[in-house]
């Protein structure tokens, strides 16, 4: 889980991903937002989570209403889910299996 106001950083090369109070989780290289999930003002103190499906979901305050969500859930009983949301050192954003 990333609650509001944690990040995932690469400090080297100035990439960040950030939860932010207002609901909106940004990518960053500097000042530059390269990505967004367009959630500004939707709620307050957001979190992304993981779900049990594989799913990576922002949700609202208190857990209401999901805001955003990566759509990596399975469908079947013995689907192989996505369990690592990583800042690779190459600064790309990889949501990876555990045994991959």
Not at 8 to 33: G, M
Request: charged content about 20%; overall charge negative; aromatic content about 20%.
């Amino acid at each position: 889980t990333l609650n509001a106001s944690e990040f995932l950083a690469h400090f080297y090369k100035a990439y960040l991903f950030l939860v932010q109070h207002d609901c909106n989780s940004v990518f960053y290289y500097k000042d530059i937002v390269l990505w967004n999930t367009n959630t500004y003002g939707e709620s307050f103190d957001c979190k992304f989570r993981f779900q049990e499906d594989g799913n990576f979901v922002l949700y609202s305050a208190f857990d209401l209403k999901p805001l955003y969500a990566t759509g990596t859930y399975c469908k079947k009983f013995n689907c192989v889910k996505p369990s690592m949301f990583i800042l690779q050192l190459d600064c790309n954003l990889v949501l990876y299996q555990d045994d991959k």
